[in-house]
Nanobody, 114 residues
Framework: QVQLVESGGGLVQPGGSLRLSCVAS??????????MEWHRQAPGKQRELVAR???????SYVDSVKGRFTISRDNAKNTVSLQMNRLKPEDTAVYYC??????WGQGTQVTVSS
Protein backbone atom coordinates (compact mmCIF):
# COMPACT_ATOMS: atom_id res chain seq x y z
CA GLN A 1 0.00 0.00 0.00
CA VAL A 2 1.14 3.51 -0.83
CA GLN A 3 0.84 6.53 1.44
CA LEU A 4 0.78 10.06 -0.01
CA VAL A 5 1.36 13.27 1.91
CA GLU A 6 0.82 16.65 0.26
CA SER A 7 2.21 19.98 1.41
CA GLY A 8 2.74 23.51 0.17
CA GLY A 9 -0.78 24.91 0.08
CA GLY A 10 -1.72 28.28 1.48
CA LEU A 11 -3.19 31.70 0.81
CA VAL A 12 -1.82 33.66 -2.13
CA GLN A 13 -2.86 36.77 -4.00
CA PRO A 14 -4.03 36.58 -7.62
CA GLY A 15 -1.02 36.44 -9.91
CA GLY A 16 1.12 34.78 -7.27
CA SER A 17 2.78 31.37 -7.17
CA LEU A 18 2.76 28.27 -5.01
CA ARG A 19 4.60 24.97 -5.21
CA LEU A 20 2.84 21.84 -4.00
CA SER A 21 4.69 18.66 -3.13
CA CYS A 22 3.52 15.10 -2.62
CA VAL A 23 5.77 12.53 -0.98
CA ALA A 24 4.99 8.87 -1.52
CA SER A 25 5.98 5.99 0.72
CA UNK A 26 5.18 2.35 1.19
CA UNK A 27 6.58 -1.14 1.42
CA UNK A 28 7.70 -2.78 -1.80
CA UNK A 29 6.92 0.48 -3.55
CA UNK A 30 8.76 1.56 -6.66
CA UNK A 31 7.80 5.18 -7.18
CA UNK A 32 9.55 5.50 -10.51
CA UNK A 33 7.09 3.24 -12.32
CA UNK A 34 4.01 5.00 -11.04
CA UNK A 35 1.95 7.44 -13.07
CA MET A 36 1.20 10.33 -10.71
CA GLU A 37 -1.60 12.87 -10.83
CA TRP A 38 -2.72 16.10 -9.20
CA HIS A 39 -6.45 16.64 -8.80
CA ARG A 40 -8.39 19.48 -7.22
CA GLN A 41 -11.82 20.00 -5.78
CA ALA A 42 -13.36 23.43 -5.38
CA PRO A 43 -16.32 24.03 -3.04
CA GLY A 44 -19.51 22.72 -4.56
CA LYS A 45 -17.74 21.24 -7.56
CA GLN A 46 -16.62 17.81 -8.65
CA ARG A 47 -13.02 16.77 -8.24
CA GLU A 48 -11.09 17.28 -11.47
CA LEU A 49 -7.80 16.04 -12.86
CA VAL A 50 -5.36 18.94 -13.15
CA ALA A 51 -2.09 17.36 -14.30
CA ARG A 52 -0.52 13.99 -14.87
CA UNK A 53 3.05 12.76 -15.23
CA UNK A 54 4.03 9.35 -16.48
CA UNK A 55 6.94 7.17 -15.50
CA UNK A 56 8.82 8.47 -18.54
CA UNK A 57 8.21 12.08 -17.53
CA UNK A 58 5.55 12.75 -20.13
CA UNK A 59 3.01 15.29 -18.91
CA SER A 60 -0.53 16.43 -19.62
CA TYR A 61 -2.71 19.22 -18.22
CA VAL A 62 -6.29 20.34 -18.10
CA ASP A 63 -6.78 23.27 -20.48
CA SER A 64 -7.48 25.77 -17.70
CA VAL A 65 -3.95 25.45 -16.25
CA LYS A 66 -1.87 24.97 -19.40
CA GLY A 67 1.00 27.45 -19.51
CA ARG A 68 0.63 28.27 -15.80
CA PHE A 69 1.14 24.97 -13.96
CA THR A 70 4.04 22.53 -14.27
CA ILE A 71 4.07 19.01 -12.89
CA SER A 72 7.40 17.33 -12.20
CA ARG A 73 8.79 14.35 -10.34
CA ASP A 74 11.93 13.45 -8.44
CA ASN A 75 12.17 9.67 -8.33
CA ALA A 76 15.12 9.76 -5.93
CA LYS A 77 12.92 11.53 -3.39
CA ASN A 78 9.64 9.75 -4.23
CA THR A 79 8.15 13.18 -4.81
CA VAL A 80 5.80 14.71 -7.35
CA SER A 81 5.44 18.49 -7.43
CA LEU A 82 3.08 21.01 -8.94
CA GLN A 83 4.46 24.48 -9.63
CA MET A 84 1.56 26.89 -9.94
CA ASN A 85 2.17 30.33 -11.41
CA ARG A 86 -0.13 33.25 -12.30
CA LEU A 87 -2.72 31.89 -9.92
CA LYS A 88 -6.34 32.93 -10.30
CA PRO A 89 -9.22 32.96 -7.81
CA GLU A 90 -10.78 30.08 -9.72
CA ASP A 91 -7.74 27.95 -8.83
CA THR A 92 -8.95 27.94 -5.22
CA ALA A 93 -9.50 24.32 -4.21
CA VAL A 94 -8.20 21.44 -2.17
CA TYR A 95 -5.41 19.82 -4.18
CA TYR A 96 -4.81 16.08 -3.98
CA CYS A 97 -2.17 13.83 -5.41
CA UNK A 98 -3.07 10.38 -6.63
CA UNK A 99 -1.30 7.29 -7.94
CA UNK A 100 -2.51 5.44 -11.00
CA UNK A 101 -3.41 2.56 -8.68
CA UNK A 102 -5.96 4.74 -6.90
CA UNK A 103 -4.30 5.90 -3.69
CA TRP A 104 -5.06 9.48 -2.59
CA GLY A 105 -3.38 11.90 -0.28
CA GLN A 106 -5.25 13.91 2.35
CA GLY A 107 -5.16 17.11 0.30
CA THR A 108 -3.76 20.60 0.76
CA GLN A 109 -5.81 23.78 0.60
CA VAL A 110 -4.96 26.45 -1.96
CA THR A 111 -6.75 29.77 -1.65
CA VAL A 112 -6.24 32.55 -4.19
CA SER A 113 -7.67 35.81 -2.92
CA SER A 114 -6.78 39.44 -2.46
Amino acid sequence: QVQLVESGGGLVQPGGSLRLSCVASGSRFSFSIYLMEWHRQAPGKQRELVARIGSSGSTSYVDSVKGRFTISRDNAKNTVSLQMNRLKPEDTAVYYCRTHTGEWGQGTQVTVSS
